[in-house]
């Protein structure tokens, strides 16, 4: 059964971070007419790795993927079934025994409003960036039962369609040795709600992202903006504190023209993916706005923004 639900905050992981936020603290009317953000997603290198794709495509039709492979690192490649939609993938080990309309919820909850759940197991994925576009990252995937978390929605419209389908992965039988690929900058998402970024400043250009919680007790996923020089972590966090308290107030210039969006999926403790951006010079904010389902507050709230320079 497909679960169809309202979309909130859900554009934050499409790219249109600036738009979300217009649509969240000053209604919807603030994120209407962007069909189209300039990303900077890249599918230069990945394709080039070696790795064995794994193909998810999702859109009224439901999910197509494969539902067994063996243990090992994929090239998984996301796309909508038609241009008319942009798509979301998330892979995931939710708790047995949950009724499936409840999972269903929970894992809106997580990729949509943020809310990640402590005994949920977010491996990570991505977020197409526009319509009729992909999106690749690779991912070791070891032996367990998982679910490919996988949803469709029209940019800026209200509904979301996601479907959670089984992926099985087996103990792998073959004889090619692999290892993870080669990254040219690694980010940690930590326990005390950081972005560690090496090297710093970073290369601009297509380049594989190592992207690796490195915590023991939170979820995060990585929200990518370009922002302009004089907007540093301490204006985007005060930026975003007055929007949570108290009367909302229009988000300003330099976050709605924003460009140079980015995003990896939400991925719990020692969960590792790998991504490839192609960054202009310039400054990008790192930003986390996943919310413990107990206390409800964004990361970011907490200091979890980073701004990195590209050379």
Same mark, same amino acid.
């Given at each position: ?21 217009? =649509? #969240? ?7 209407? *007419?962007?069909?189209?953000? $300039? ?11 070696? /790795?064995? $794709? ?7 039709? *439901? ?23 942009? +798509?979301? #993938?998330?892979?995931? @080990? &939710? ?9 269903? @919820? ?10 990640? @759940? ?27 039962? /998982?679910?490919?978390? =996988? ?14 389908? !089984? ?12 290892? $993870?690929?080669?990254? +040219? ?10 972005? #560690?970024?090496? &090297?710093?400043?970073? &290369? ?45 107030? &229009?988000? !300003? ?10 995003? +990896? ?20 904010? #790192? ?6 389902? $107990? ?7 907490? *200091? ?8």
């Amino acid at each position: 059964m497909n679960f169809t639900t309202t979309v909130d905050r859900r554009a934050f992981t499409a790219g249109t971070l600036a738009l979300a936020a217009g =649509a #969240l603290f000053v209604g919807k009317s603030a994120a209407q *007419g962007a069909e189209t953000i $300039e990303d900077v997603y890249s599918n230069a290198i990945l394709p080039t790795l070696g /790795y064995p $794709e794994l193909k998810v495509t999702v859109g009224p039709s *439901g999910v197509v993927a494969p539902a067994n492979v063996e243990a090992g690192f994929y090239l998984v490649t996301l796309a909508a079934e038609t241009a008319e939609y942009v +798509a979301y #993938l998330d892979i995931v @080990q &939710p708790p047995t025994g949950l009724d499936p309309d409840v999972e269903k @919820q929970l894992m809106l909850d997580a990729g949509r409003n943020d809310i990640a @759940q402590h005994d949920w197991v977010y491996a990570g994925g991505t977020n197409t960036p526009n319509l009729g576009e992909t999106a690749s990252f690779i991912i070791e995937l070891t032996p367990g039962d /998982y679910k490919i978390a =996988a949803s469709y929605y029209v940019p800026n419209a209200d509904e979301e369609i996601l479907e959670l389908v !089984p992926l099985t992965v087996a103990e792998s039988v073959s004889d090619v040795e692999q290892t $993870e690929p080669e990254a +040219a900058i690694v980010v940690e998402e930590t326990d005390d709600l950081r972005y #560690l970024v090496t &090297p710093g400043p970073v &290369p601009s250009g297509p380049n594989v992202w190592k992207i690796t919680n490195t915590g023991e007790h939170h979820s995060h996923h990585m929200v990518m903006m370009g922002v302009p020089e004089e907007v540093t972590a301490e204006v985007i966090i005060e930026t975003f504190a007055g929007m949570f308290a108290g009367t909302p107030t &229009p988000p !300003p210039d330099w976050m709605t023209n924003a460009t140079g969006f980015g995003y +990896a999926a939400l991925q719990s403790p020692g969960a590792t993916t790998w991504t490839e951006f192609d960054l202009k010079p310039g400054n990008y904010a #790192l930003i986390c706005y996943i919310m413990d389902p $107990e206390i409800m507050r964004p990361h970011m709230l907490d *200091g979890m923004v980073t701004v990195i320079t590209a050379v």
